[in-house]
């Protein structure tokens, strides 16, 4: 009987290790497989992306009428929902950036939100004009009262992207 119960233990160790290297060979599988990203704009590759949090804090340096070049990752919180002509991504600590596209020259898919993305442009302090606020919110596809609420101009980071890769 002890027999049995020595075989069955060495059993179940040996199952249980090789499992566990299963679930360690599949990590391995999974970091090696490349990220596929569909293109819009100039041509980027995903290397040297900042994160958002290092987006957030080159933000953080600006003054209005800054301008710099920057490339980060991030993840579509809202896509323009008439064109796809503009999107919000998420910043850390609820924060965001308002993404439109250079020289209206491309757009992304409608149904892109929540999607990781990586862009590359010019970042900057933008003071948004109410009329402005209104047309975005209108895109959005808020309602009237929302709209009506708006009634100052607002100072927002901006971004005008030459390149995006969203992820498949």
């Not at 060979?25 to 999974?30: F, G, H």
């Not at 290092?54 to 920057?70: C, N, V």
């Amino acid at each position: 009987m002890r027999k049995i119960a020595f075989i069955l233990s060495l059993s179940l160790i040996f199952v249980a290790c090789k499992e566990e290297k299963s679930k360690e060979e599949a990590q391995v599988l999974d970091e090696s497989i490349p990220v596929s990203y569909n293109s819009f704009g100039a041509e980027i590759s995903a290397e040297n992306s900042l994160t958002k949090a290092e987006a957030l804090k080159q933000f953080e340096s600006l003054k209005p009428g800054d301008t710099i070049d920057l490339k980060f990752a991030s993840k579509i919180k809202t896509v323009c929902k008439k064109k796809g002509c503009w999107m919000i991504l998420e910043l850390p600590q609820e924060e965001e950036v308002r993404i439109t596209f250079k020289d209206y020259g491309f757009f992304v898919p409608k149904d892109s939100e929540n999607t990781d993305v990586i862009v590359q442009g010019k970042a900057f302090l933008n003071e948004m004009s109410v009329e402005d606020q209104k047309h975005y919110a209108e895109d959005e596809g808020r309602s009237e009262a929302e709209i009506a609420a708006i009634t100052s101009p607002e100072i927002s980071r901006a971004f005008i992207a030459n390149a995006v890769l969203l992820k498949q």
